[in-house]
């Protein structure tokens, strides 16, 4: 490339002063030189700039971003800039090469190494260039993947030269990203078009397998391509909100996202029925009914019943799922479904298909998460609220993997409004103990147990389904012996996410100690279906926390997600903290369904393997005494054929109770008679048990 370009009237700078002016050591310099092209119109050259210290390309190149022969050979622009590096290094000179084609801002130590491996790069399509005033002549480029750099130009010319050619970069790649996604949009459409449009018999119909492959999964791709522009997009929104000198608007570009005709109907609830390779497998779509929500509303309770515990068996019921290997017939349903589908859908509008559902009600997934009781009894022996609150820690990390039964990804039945779930858990005393013990822990131990004789701590557990819209469950658990309980509400609410599903976890449950006096307030991760057109799995994601307003103690849980690329599944990392001291008392990482690693502040370590922790048999009464609405019973048929493997009969019973479900709703908005939950009373936003042990104590 050229050392210096020519002026607009034939003169300009020669290349001995760039080059000399480019050996300038002082923050911000740069090469002295003219700017060629002067009054050169388009996006890769500054109009009306005369003079300055960077060099631009000559103005047959820079007039439009591909050159004259549909290639852009040089530089837009480069020169030295100062580039912010940290606060022990500050300010250093860099050479930066604007690439107006590839849309990067990259950097070399110095010029005579910018045919090497750039030191760095920047993308700057949807980036925000702003002006600074930190400092004399700096700009800040913050590129849409968080990315940040601050620069110092030789003076105001300079920088604004700088300035203008990155936004006009950053304009171009934002329209043109723009462009290609209503192109690909637009093909995406006459794929589904062309598909749908074969005829129902012969050797190629609209419901053949790789057709049916190709429509889902495009959809999904471009649904997915569409959220990451969007993302995008809101992220340059942000940036040019909170930086000095926001962007002019016209620069935030939009994409609508995919619209088609058959999505608009299945999110109004107007698409009666999917074809599918099956007659017998159907999907219904149903407007504003919860996700599954089925069986018949009971008419209002006349209150509590009570739960004669000594009606309780242990529970001898398989807890293994099959694997969902996906059948050729539902994979059509799968697919079909999911071509239909509209990226960040509510899944509750939607009817999930019998063959994806686990033998179990949510409800019950609940108490199956309270398997190791004796962790959490052990809470309240602990001696001090270091102790405790570490104590619960290791309970709520151990709780997720046998909750979940592993990683495999089925869905357990929707509870309907009314639906309710009763279970109990014999602990022995002698597995109850503090896992870090104090040195006057033990005695106390021992003294608790001689004051009473029982063998076994007694822990009862009640959910109930309380709402339709939103879908909320509710449940319940204490220990009278130990004076402890939890109280939890959670909403739950599913999402399409492309190739996954995502259902947040709203609510919180909180832990109470009333021997101590102490609440801890927790609340619960998000959950992930992933792969859901081969081998399902699930993830757990999000950030949770714990805290204990009493003792300043608190706890945060950050359930990781799998990385695009690499990286390990089901990590968890957590910190607890004492916050009036600022004192970090534990850390934990680990997997939620492996091993977890506690190390404390006092050095030591403690190793949890929770797929070798006891499992605690839940104890709960024979269908033959449970009552109409009682989880195991109300769903007792579909339980039972989907054991067999008979989905069409276990579809056929769902759709029974679907349709008395939806009677008895009728019934009630007809007569104008809200529904009253039979165990819990709502309290603000949240929900209480009628009758907690803190009320009754």
Same mark, same amino acid.
């Given at each position: 490339m050229?050392?210096a370009?020519?002026?607009a009237?034939?003169?300009?700078?020669?290349?001995s002063? $760039?080059r $000399?002016?480019?050996?300038?050591?002082s923050?911000?310099s740069s090469p002295?030189?003219s700017?060629a092209g002067?009054?050169?119109?388009?996006?890769s050259?500054v109009?009306g700039?005369?003079?300055?210290?960077?060099?631009?390309?000559?103005?047959s190149?820079a007039?439009s971003?591909?050159g004259g022969d549909?290639?852009?050979?040089?530089?837009?622009l480069e020169?030295?800039?100062?580039?912010?590096?940290?606060?022990?290094?500050?300010?250093?000179?860099r050479?930066?090469?604007?690439?107006f084609e590839?849309g990067l801002l990259q950097?070399? !130590?110095?010029e005579?190494?910018?045919?090497?491996k750039p030191?760095?790069?920047?993308?700057?399509?949807?980036?925000?260039?702003?002006?600074?005033d930190e400092?004399p002549h700096?700009l800040?480029?913050y590129?849409a993947n968080?990315?940040?750099y601050?620069l110092?130009a030789?003076d105001?010319?300079?920088k604004?030269?700088?300035?203008?050619?990155?936004?006009?970069?950053?304009k171009?790649h934002?329209e043109t990203n723009?462009?290609m996604?209503?192109?690909?949009e637009?093909?995406q459409?006459?794929l589904?078009h062309?598909?749908?449009?074969l005829p129902?018999?012969?050797?190629?119909?609209a419901l053949?397998?790789d057709?049916l492959?190709l429509k889902?999964?495009?959809a999904?791709?471009?649904?997915c391509?569409?959220?990451c522009?969007?993302l995008?997009?809101?992220s340059?929104?942000?940036?040019?909100q909170?930086?000095h000198?926001?962007?002019?608007?016209?620069?935030?570009?939009?994409?609508?996202g995919?619209? $088609?005709?058959?999505?608009?109907?299945?999110?109004?609830g107007?698409?009666g029925?999917l074809?599918?390779?099956s007659?017998?497998?159907?999907?219904?779509?149903v407007?504003n009914t919860?996700?599954?929500e089925q069986?018949?509303?009971?008419e209002p309770?006349s209150g509590?019943?009570?739960v004669?515990s000594e009606?309780?068996k242990?529970d001898?019921?398989?807890k293994?799922?099959a694997e969902l290997?996906?059948m050729e017939?539902?994979?059509?349903?799968i697919l079909?479904?999911?071509?239909?589908?509209?990226?960040?859908m509510?899944?509750?509008?939607v009817?999930?298909p019998?063959f994806i559902?686990?033998?179990r009600?949510?409800?019950e997934?609940?108490a199956?998460?309270?398997?190791?009781?004796d962790?959490?009894?052990? !809470?309240?022996?602990?001696?001090?609220p270091?102790?405790? !609150?570490?104590?619960f820690?290791?309970?709520?990390l151990?709780a997720f993997h046998?909750?979940?039964?592993?990683?495999l990804?089925k869905k357990?039945?929707?509870?309907?409004?009314g639906?309710?779930f009763?279970?109990?858990?014999e602990?022995?005393?002698d597995?109850?103990?503090?896992?870090?013990?104090a040195?006057?822990?033990p005695s106390?131990q021992?003294?608790?147990i001689a004051?009473?004789?029982?063998?076994?701590y007694?822990?009862?557990?009640?959910?109930?389904q309380?709402?339709?819209h939103p879908?909320?469950?509710c449940?319940?658990c204490?220990?009278?012996?130990?004076?402890?309980?939890?109280?939890?509400h959670?909403w739950?609410?599913s999402?399409?996410?492309?190739?996954?599903?995502g259902?947040?976890?709203i609510?919180?449950?909180?832990?109470?100690l009333?021997?101590?006096g102490?609440?801890?307030?927790?609340?619960?991760?998000?959950?992930y279906?992933?792969s859901?057109l081969?081998?399902?799995?699930?993830e757990?994601?999000?950030?949770v926390s714990?805290?204990?307003?009493?003792t300043?103690?608190?706890?945060t849980v950050i359930?990781?997600t799998?990385p695009?690329y690499?990286?390990k599944?089901h990590r968890?990392?957590?910190e607890v903290k004492?916050?009036?001291?600022?004192?970090?008392v534990?850390k934990?990482?680990?997997e939620?369904?492996?091993t977890?690693?506690?190390?404390?502040?006092n050095?030591e370590?403690?190793?949890v393997?929770?797929?070798t922790l006891?499992?605690?048999?839940?104890?709960i009464r024979p269908?033959e005494k449970?009552?109409?609405?009682?989880?195991?019973?109300?769903?007792r048929?579909?339980?039972?054929?989907?054991?067999?493997g008979?989905i069409?009969?276990?579809?056929?019973?769902?759709?029974?109770?679907?349709?008395?479900?939806?009677?008895?709703?009728r019934?009630?908005?007809?007569?104008r008679?809200?529904?009253?939950?039979k165990y819990?009373?709502?309290e603000?936003?949240g929900?209480?048990?009628?009758n907690?042990?803190?009320k009754?104590?």
């Amino acid at each position: 490339m050229e050392r210096a370009a020519q002026g607009a009237d034939g003169g300009g700078g020669s290349n001995s002063s $760039s080059r $000399s002016s480019s050996r300038a050591t002082s923050a911000g310099s740069s090469p002295s030189c003219s700017l060629a092209g002067r009054g050169i119109s388009g996006r890769s050259a500054v109009a009306g700039l005369g003079g300055g210290g960077s060099r631009s390309s000559p103005g047959s190149v820079a007039a439009s971003p591909s050159g004259g022969d549909g290639r852009r050979r040089e530089p837009a622009l480069e020169g030295v800039l100062s580039k912010y590096t940290n606060l022990l290094q500050g300010w250093q000179n860099r050479y930066f090469v604007l690439d107006f084609e590839a849309g990067l801002l990259q950097y070399f !130590v110095n010029e005579q190494s910018k045919h090497q491996k750039p030191r760095g790069a920047l993308s700057l399509s949807g980036a925000i260039v702003s002006l600074s005033d930190e400092a004399p002549h700096m700009l800040v480029v913050y590129s849409a993947n968080g990315e940040m750099y601050k620069l110092r130009a030789a003076d105001a010319k300079e920088k604004q030269l700088w300035v203008t050619q990155l936004r006009a970069c950053a304009k171009y790649h934002m329209e043109t990203n723009s462009k290609m996604m209503n192109q690909v949009e637009g093909q995406q459409k006459n794929l589904v078009h062309a598909i749908e449009s074969l005829p129902g018999s012969g050797p190629l119909t609209a419901l053949d397998q790789d057709l049916l492959l190709l429509k889902a999964t495009s959809a999904a791709t471009l649904s997915c391509l569409g959220e990451c522009f969007n993302l995008l997009q809101q992220s340059v929104h942000q940036v040019g909100q909170s930086s000095h000198k926001p962007v002019a608007s016209e620069n935030i570009l939009g994409w609508p996202g995919p619209k $088609s005709h058959s999505t608009e109907q299945l999110k109004n609830g107007t698409f009666g029925s999917l074809p599918s390779a099956s007659a017998n497998i159907t999907w219904a779509i149903v407007p504003n009914t919860a996700e599954d929500e089925q069986a018949l509303q009971p008419e209002p309770n006349s209150g509590p019943e009570l739960v004669l515990s000594e009606d309780e068996k242990s529970d001898t019921e398989d807890k293994e799922e099959a694997e969902l290997g996906v059948m050729e017939d539902q994979r059509s349903v799968i697919l079909h479904l999911i071509s239909q589908l509209k990226l960040g859908m509510d899944l509750t509008k939607v009817v999930l298909p019998t063959f994806i559902l686990e033998k179990r009600s949510l409800l019950e997934m609940y108490a199956d998460f309270m398997a190791h009781p004796d962790l959490l009894l052990a !809470v309240t022996a602990g001696a001090t609220p270091e102790e405790r !609150v570490i104590c619960f820690v290791e309970y709520y990390l151990t709780a997720f993997h046998e909750g979940r039964k592993g990683a495999l990804a089925k869905k357990p039945y929707n509870p309907i409004i009314g639906e309710t779930f009763h279970c109990s858990w014999e602990v022995p005393r002698d597995r109850v103990k503090p896992k870090r013990t104090a040195p006057h822990s033990p005695s106390s131990q021992e003294h608790l147990i001689a004051e009473e004789p029982a063998e076994s701590y007694k822990l009862r557990f009640v959910a109930e389904q309380v709402s339709h819209h939103p879908p909320i469950s509710c449940f319940y658990c204490e220990c009278k012996e130990k004076r402890l309980c939890i109280n939890t509400h959670v909403w739950t609410k599913s999402k399409f996410m492309g190739m996954s599903v995502g259902v947040s976890m709203i609510g919180e449950g909180v832990l109470r100690l009333l021997e101590h006096g102490e609440e801890y307030v927790f609340t619960l991760p998000s959950a992930y279906a992933r792969s859901i057109l081969t081998i399902p799995w699930v993830e757990l994601g999000g950030k949770v926390s714990i805290n204990c307003a009493k003792t300043g103690y608190s706890a945060t849980v950050i359930f990781h997600t799998k990385p695009f690329y690499g990286g390990k599944v089901h990590r968890v990392t957590a910190e607890v903290k004492h916050n009036p001291t600022n004192t970090i008392v534990c850390k934990v990482h680990g997997e939620w369904n492996g091993t977890l690693e506690f190390t404390y502040n006092n050095g030591e370590t403690k190793v949890v393997d929770t797929t070798t922790l006891p499992v605690c048999p839940k104890k709960i009464r024979p269908l033959e005494k449970q009552g109409p609405m009682e989880s195991r019973n109300l769903w007792r048929e579909v339980t039972r054929y989907l054991r067999l493997g008979d989905i069409d009969a276990a579809t056929e019973q769902k759709r029974r109770l679907e349709d008395k479900q939806r009677m008895e709703e009728r019934k009630r908005e007809n007569l104008r008679t809200p529904w009253q939950p039979k165990y819990f009373i709502q309290e603000g936003d949240g929900w209480v048990y009628f009758n907690p042990l803190w009320k009754a104590h």
